[in-house]
């Protein structure tokens, strides 16, 4: 199929409240099978249905994708978590990552704080000793993971280092949101 070279970029939007639930979830951990340029923003997102459907039969409400034993993204937001050593690490973006608004925000956040974020290739075996994992998007704001089929990781709860990302996190969208009026 061949598009025209004088098409006109069409951009739309709209509100979404900024009281994010805060209720932990489960996600299922499974191959990332989506197409090369995920990076692209699109309406081909077959991969994502098919994983979060599986995911939803089995009782999640996500999914944590992975290619070759390294963290992609999840089926609709971006994924951080705390490495044994106690740092925030996310994967840097590539051809298989969409830059989420939310993601580059918790980033640009953390960025002069203890819990800077290193962002790089993330094994999957990480996740085992991660006492939090968590998503990032527009519609979810920061919402940790009760747990992760086929991983051992469980939630700690009350985590004192992602309630101090999450106090800092809203600290940067009362900013953001203010500079934007």
Not at 29 to 57: E, F, H
Not at 116 to 130: A, H, L, M, W, Y
Request: with cysteine.
């Amino acid at each position: 199929h061949l598009y025209q070279d004088d098409l006109e970029l069409e951009r739309f939007g709209y509100a979404m409240p900024s009281n994010f639930s805060s209720s932990p979830i489960g996600a299922m951990l499974c191959n990332d099978d989506r197409w090369g340029k995920c990076n692209i923003k699109s309406t081909s997102l077959l991969g994502n249905i098919l994983a979060m459907n599986k995911a939803k039969s089995l009782g999640c409400n996500e999914v944590v994708m992975h290619r070759e034993g390294f963290m992609t993204e999840a089926g609709a937001s971006n994924v951080f978590y705390f490495n044994e050593k106690g740092q925030v690490r996310t994967s840097a973006l590539s051809e298989n990552i969409l830059p989420g608004i939310t993601r580059s925000i918790l980033i640009d956040a953390l960025q002069d704080t203890p819990y800077r974020v290193k962002e790089g290739s993330c094994s999957i075996k990480d996740f085992n000793d991660s006492p939090c994992i968590w998503l990032t998007s527009s519609t979810k704001g920061l919402l940790p993971l009760t747990h992760l089929i086929d991983t051992d990781y469980k939630l700690q709860e009350n985590y004192q280092g992602f309630l101090d990302v999450v106090e800092l996190f809203n600290s940067a969208m009362q900013l953001h949101l203010a500079i934007s009026k």
